[in-house]
């Protein structure tokens, strides 16, 4: 049984908090109660075992119920969050759902039968092992949506080994690897997961406050946003013992930054992919960008200065795309690194490096460069074609203050390149500069490197 483990510490905890939901708690009891009722539910609408069912809810108490129980009886689940809604449709069809249980904002749920049959291989294969199966799409900020197949009884392993304790946020979404991965890491320590209303920096804080969250797990772009809000003065985070960071490149400037205005907390860099999982970390420190990961159960290496990793968790495949191993087993992460013994230091995505001429250029070099600016809120580089030299390095920016007649975007434009040329080399300068009002970020708090995607 996939979620045997997880049950006896549920029965263990008994009335501990379990869950944080709209301002009160629900204790392990009460969700052991709720599984119990969830399953009689799912049996009277006859959703048998090995259907593909796609979840569309957010952390609510019921919510997290139900996802466990379709694990229990091994059905092939599809999380959706309600913050990807223009994806969903889309997703139905690659993933061949069957049946479809959505929550709405007062954790009530319903469920629709479509006319689908799943037949595809991975499916066939986890139901002959009698295994849960879980789709997770990757972000698609570059491009569509990949939906990765895991044996759930693999992906489980890690969670059977008690570790630490601590009252959790549970700010990446639903769907996402590491929005499970704090979900299971809290539910199997006994821990208090802790939901939030919105993912501003205001209720973000007001959780941490209101419910003592010790742990903040969040993207770089949050956490520029949670600066330039300056929301942390209006609250009490003195509970805060970790703030863990990944899914994109970290800004040096916006680390250190945090660093310095949080020096109790230690800030951490996770890291971990749709295709793998989440791997286990440890920083060189609060303040660098240099991070070690492996642990039981994944290898790593560095083959032409991209990271390789193989995992005894790696997804099956994915239903929609080739399979992004190499012969020999080993996931092709499409992140550059650079290495100093044991540690890494990510510079970026393979797929949005920038070849001007021959030479290369990293968005987030360059990024970093221009978020260090005072006013700017964000900014997004990403390259163009250029008749003469391959590529060009194009920027958008985001000003913190609407733009007025004194900071217009001709105003900006001017800043922005009288800046980078003093920080950057030539071939890295922005050649054409963007100044927008809108938000740069997706509902994932992640840069959008492509138009639309979320």
């Known amino acids: 049984m996939t979620v045997g483990p997880l049950l006896e510490r549920f ?13 009160q708690v629900v204790t392990y009891a009460w969700l052991l109660e709720q599984m119990a009722a969830d399953r009689q539910w799912l049996a009277q609408r006859q959703i048998e075992p090995g259907s593909v069912v796609m979840l569309e809810a957010d952390f609510s108490p019921r919510a997290v119920s139900m996802l466990l129980v379709l694990l229990e009886r091994n059905c092939m689940l599809v999380p959706v969050s309600h913050q990807v809604a223009s994806k969903k449709e889309s997703w139905r069809d690659i993933s061949q759902t069957e049946w479809r249980i959505r ?25 002959k092992l009698n295994h849960a199966g879980l789709v997770l799409f990757s972000s698609g900020t570059t491009g569509t949506s990949k939906a990765a197949v895991h044996d759930v009884t693999k992906l489980m392993k890690k969670y059977r080994q008690q570790r630490h304790n601590y009252r959790t946020i549970s700010f990446l979404l639903f769907d996402h690897i590491g929005g499970l991965d704090t979900l299971l890491y809290a539910l199997s320590n006994g821990s208090c997961l802790i939901t939030i209303r919105d993912r501003s920096p205001d209720a973000v804080c007001q959780a941490i406050e209101t419910f003592r969250a010790e742990v903040l797990p969040v993207s770089p772009t949050f956490l520029k946003l949670f600066l330039l809000s300056e929301a942390y003065e209006r609250y009490d985070l003195s509970s805060l013992k970790y703030i863990t960071y990944g899914t994109e490149v970290m800004p ?5 930054k945090l660093n310095a205005l949080f020096p109790q907390v230690k800030l951490l860099q996770k890291y971990g992919t749709t295709e793998v999982g989440t791997l286990r970390s440890k920083s ?5 960008l240099w991070v ?42 499409g992140d550059a690194v650079e290495v100093d013994g044991e540690y890494v230091r ?17 968005p987030a070099e360059v990024e970093q460069v221009i978020e260090a600016m005072e006013g700017i809120a964000e900014v997004l580089v990403y390259g163009e074609a250029h008749a003469l030299t391959g590529q060009i ?10 733009l007025s007649e004194k900071e217009s975007r001709s105003y900006w434009m ?25 938000p740069l970020h997706s509902t994932r708090f992640k840069k959008m490197r492509k138009p639309g995607s979320s």
């Not at 060189?284 to 660098?288: F, L, P």
């Not at 194009?394 to 203050?401: D, E, G």
């Open 346 to 362: 990510i510079r970026g995505r393979k797929s949005e490096m920038i070849n001007v001429g021959g030479e290369k250029v990293y």
């Open 252 to 256: 040096e400037a916006t680390l250190k």
């Open 292 to 333: 070690k990961i492996g642990g039981e159960g994944y290898e790593t290496r560095v083959v032409d200065g991209m990271l390789q990793i193989k995992a005894e968790s790696a997804m099956l495949g994915y239903l929609n795309a080739p399979s992004p191993f190499t012969t020999d087993g080993w996931f092709m992460t």
């Open 284 to 288: 060189r420190s609060s303040d660098s």
């Open 103 to 127: 929550f709405d904002a007062q954790d009530q749920v319903e469920a629709f039968r479509r006319p689908v049959q799943a037949v595809h291989p991975f499916y066939a294969q986890l139901r």
């Open 393 to 402: 390095v194009c920027a958008v920016i985001r000003p913190l203050r609407p």
């Open 414 to 438: 001017r800043q922005v390149r009288t800046h980078c040329r003093q920080q950057l080399e030539a071939f890295k300068i922005p050649v054409r500069i963007t100044v927008t009002e809108e």
């Open 11 to 23: 029965a263990a905890c008994g009335e501990q908090e379990a869950i944080g939901w709209q301002g």
